[in-house]
């Protein structure tokens, strides 16, 4: 350290004035030594001549010494780094593989950095986002359930760890006035929101506590983008009124562009105060969550127990059925990211593989080079350069080739990178915003230097162990060719093969997954099948009567239409997700302890709707005329939920089912059916159990309308529209899918990772490929001579072919067995990705295991063609 | 390669000896390059021939790490010569190190010298 120090200062201060001190010091001591040769009696100018003579390298010493007070000069790093250039364009087909193999691991690897960086690591854009914590309710089973408005209320008064507290929560809301009617999303906030996320208006104020409070005047505030499609930018908008659901809301802000704080983006905000205000009771569940901002110093676990606390107070003062529910609070960071980690860091291991890989290949192929440059090396050496004189240079050469490579890495990862955030799966948050900005450039910086380095370790130390005599003799082409080095790049083969493995195995995983939930049955018949999403404005269709009606009607003029065959109404189409789970208990089973009531979705859906979509009846009936709204009450079951309660579905029919379990209100309903399962969650998802209402004795204003054709559903697109704006144009159709692009684009997640995992497998195998074929065909040429004298004496070419397979094929078995190792235990982090298969599929490896044997072989093919074919006569008299 | 030493020939210095005989050689005094080069000679019975071209690279090190000090004097007949003396610092490497290359040598005469 004190070495350094003095450099530094040195280099500011004192190079030229100890360069006169030197030579002075210097001149004194040859005027010392030529006066004793005089005291010795000789004449003064052989005197000075002896002096010169005793001391030695005048000119050497000074420079010795002067260096010992420098940094190596940039001249001499310009001057390697001009060599290392020389260098790529005398080889140019060496350099361009080495480069090509950087750029796309280099490349590879800044893409996915991004995207994990911008999805996983970069800071909330609010102020103090570390320290936002995601509120909700938690049962004994569930956590992240609704909080009540009361129980907000309490947490946000009483508790001492957080600086504040906002609720907020969805609606939708139809818009009307302002052309056709349309659908539109509001965030129901409270006042504090706005400032949690660090938001200020545009235009106008946000809201304050008097517009958060019950019987306030309705107000909104909308988004720039709102302001900008639909109020045409007007910028007298404020004071302005919205119809939304046929009431009139004044505009009192416009919010600047780019902020989001919901999945689903927003038009526009309203204070939640002023309806859910009016709950009384502590157990009101609507479908609010919460922010918190921690205060400074205050840990997570604190501010639970200290909601626990109230909860557990409140339980006493205001008992009810909310005596059991206790807070559940993460971190906004981690609510946002929530399952994409696992597939990103997934993906990010995958490609650094890849990386290992080709620095792999760079190291063999740099350590062949430095070889064939021996001579050069010797001479150098021979010259006077000193060891690390000599690894300075090199290390320089491979600097300057691995930054070309990430040069060019950088281009092609901006490139993927584009491509990436255009296929990604929307439901990935901030992928849109992966850029390659600062922390980014960062880590491809990095990660260029640390491979230039790395790759670039095995020839700087073979190059100090040069043995000048033996290199520097006339054609001993041996030289370097040592047992150490066949070893390096023995293990390098090995190794590559190893993680090749691994990376086909996964990659083997995820591709057979995808094709399984492809493949899955979704539980009914998806051709052919049209689902127009509608959801009715509440301001003009009041009265359950009223939605039954228009449904009706509708369903009445699309079967009219030529080729439709049949019409059905679902809340929830398959693959809609949880639109909406409740507690049930069956009456004729005894009863469960509050913690242990189950969960189960429900949904809605007319009588012709399973008859439509083709779902399979696995006992009983479907639902029917006689089910009349203020009849018995009916419910048709799924198979999951039967299975769960009755050993046979038939079992099932005509018990009751309580909705709300047996502590929390709600209907009885009568079992009338049960139906096969179908994909709610998705192709890829677990079977959720599913109890169903009928729509003529539960409407919803908001209902898909199911069409099935006799031909491709999407010829009828036109058709629907035209019907559905034939009968109110103020009804907004929210989408129009057929339901395989619906069904499909659940799996979108999945097909995102498979094909990256897929192409970096397939990567990994072009260059394990390019890598095992470099080190055997530097193998074989380096037994040329060896091979031709085998020959000479008799050996045959089959014989010849065996010894030089058995090489190849001891590295590719040793390679396998310690992939299929590495893969077996790599595999635990799949599982949460893997579908339709065991993460421990034999069957599986053994295809990733082909795969990689035959890539290998066809690598090591043309060298050993080479070594069998090597001409034994030329070859000896060559020599 | 000859196994036998050959005696003629000034030894060469073993890595970081040179360090440890010039703080030696400045023990008593300071002294200048040529001076301590002498006194080096003299003391080892011209077993040690210094080199300048060590000699000077190995001064400015002992220098940056503050070891040694410099300083431009006049000596006894009337030169002007830049006298190096041992700092604080110096006196306490050599102190140190001085043990360790004793207990060095007298391991390896013993090692060396053992009958059998």
Redesign the interface.
Known sequence: MREWWSKIWGSLHLRSGLQNDLSDEMQAHLDMMAAENVERGMPPDEARVAARRQFGNLTRTEEKAREAWQFPRLETILQDIRYGLRGIRRSPSFSAVVILTLALGIGANTAIFSVVYSVLLRPLPYPNGERLVWLGESTAKYGGISITWINFQHWRNENDSFENMAGFANEDFTLTGRGDAVLTHAGLVTSSFFQLTGARPAMGRLFTDADDAPGAAPTVVVTADFWQRRLDGDSHVVGESLSLDGKSYEIIGVLPPGRRFFWNPVDFYLPIGRSAGAHLKRSEHGSMRALGLLKPGATLTQARINLDDIMQRLAVTDPGPENDHRAFAIYLTEATVGNVRPVLLILMSAVGLVLIIACANVASLLLVRSTARTREIAVRVAIGAGRARLARQLFTENLVVAGIGGGLGLLLASWCLRSLVLIGPRDIPRLSEATLDLPVLVFATAITIVVGLLAGVAPVFSAGKVDLTIALKEGSPTAGVGKRGQAFRNTLVIAEIAVTLILAFASSLLIRSLIAAQNSDPGFDAQHLLAIELQLPESRYKSDENVRQYYGQLAQSLRAELGVEDVGLVMCPPGGGDCGDYWYSILEKPPLTRDDVPLSLFNIVDDGYFRTANVRFVAGRAFNDTDRPGGSRVTIINEQLAHQLWPDPRLALGQHLKVGGTYMEGPTLEIVGVVANTSQMGLDAEQMPTFYYPFSQKPDSAMTVVVRTNGDPAQWMKAARRRVSALDRNVPIQSLRTAEDWLGATLERRRFATLLLGLFGALAMILAAVGIYGVLNYWVSARQKEIAIRLAIGASRSSILRWAGLHAARLAVIGIVLGAIGAWSASRWLESMVFGVTARSPLMMLVAGAAVIGIAALAAGLPLWRATHTDAVRNLHQG | MSTVDDPRKALEFLQGTLKVLILRSLQAAPN???GISQFLERQSESEFLV???SL??A???L????WIAAQWKK?P?G????YYRLTTLGRTQLVAAKSKWMRFVEAMARVLAAQR
Do not use: E, I
């Not at chain 2, 030169?79 to 830049?82: D, G, L, S, T, V």
């Open positions: 200048h390059a040529y080199d300048n071209g000077y690279p001064l400015q090190r220098l940056q790490r503050r000596s007949n030169r002007r010569a830049k």
